[in-house]
T-cell receptor, first 119, second 114 residues
Framework: GAVVSQHPSWVICKSGTSVKIECRSL??????MFWYRQFPKQSLMLMAT?????????EQGVEKDKFLINHASLTLSTLTVTSAHPEDSSFYIC???????????????FGPGTRLTVL | DQQVKQNSPSLSVQEGRISILNCDYT??????FLWYKKYPAEGPTFLIS?????DKNEDGRFTVFLNKSAKHLSLHIVPSQPGDSAVYFC?????????????FGKGTLLTVNP
């Protein structure tokens, strides 16, 4: 159980275009989803926390207008990288916490990640 | 500022021997620590965790040790198996409330040789 999927698994786009990445919890409902970014040989950096039906909370230094997050249902969150540039090329990973979660120590379940390359 | 540090980018161990992965943290407010394992092209999977009220937690071949005074934790895998070859991430968080933020280290690539 507790499977999280991401689509697409990889995407190549031209500079200036927008790219949407989907994160789905397949066998559980997720009140909260998280979006991380990982540059090569670096740690996973939390970008934003997304709660179903409300606005996402962005970490310091993450541009909310550039990285649009929508958490429209309890099983789906989307990250849209708007007007992508080569410096946005990275590995984007989402994670989710189940509906029954009551503690920050509850396990986050991670998706397989999306490799974005902006030419 | 890297609040969670994994200073060894890689570790190579012989099958059957012990693997010891280390992690240091700087934020004394962290009180919950986790280890995640990641295979290529997959997301991290939860391995084991420890609360700051403990100094050891064991789950099968995996044991995590926490030294709060040194702000250091380690993951021991014994005996190591080739299937354990992966990147291991140490993560820390503040328990309580609704703060689920995890702060990750850069990871250590473990290679277990047959």
């Amino acid at each position: 159980g507790a499977v999280v999927s991401q689509h697409p698994s990889w995407v190549i786009c031209k500079s200036g275009t927008s790219v949407k990445i989907e994160c789905r919890s397949l066998d559980f409902q997720a009140t909260t989803m998280f979006w991380y970014r990982q540059f090569p040989k670096q740690s996973l950096m939390l970008m934003a926390t997304s709660n179903e039906g409300s606005k996402a909370t962005y970490e310091q230094g993450v541009e909310k207008d550039k990285f649009l997050i929508n958490h429209a249902s309890l099983t789906l969150s989307t990250l849209t990288v708007t007007s992508a540039h080569p410096e946005d090329s990275s590995f984007y990973i989402c994670s989710a916490i189940g509906l029954a979660s009551r503690s920050s120590t509850d396990t986050q379940y991670f998706g397989p990640g999306t490799r974005l390359t902006v030419l | 500022d890297q609040q969670v540090k994994q200073n060894s980018p890689s570790l190579s161990v012989q099958e059957g021997r012990i693997s010891i992965l280390n992690c240091d943290y700087t934020n004394s407010m962290f009180d919950y620590f986790l280890w995640y394992k990641k295979y290529p092209a997959e997301g991290p999977t939860f391995l084991i965790s420890i609360s700051s009220i403990k100094d050891k937690n064991e789950d099968g071949r995996f044991t995590v040790f926490l030294n709060k005074s040194a702000k250091h934790l380690s993951l021991h895998i014994v005996p190591s198996q080739p299937g354990d070859s992966a990147v291991y991430f140490c993560a820390a968080s503040l328990s309580g409330g609704s703060n689920y933020k995890l702060t990750f280290g850069k990871g250590t690539l473990l290679t277990v040789n047959p």
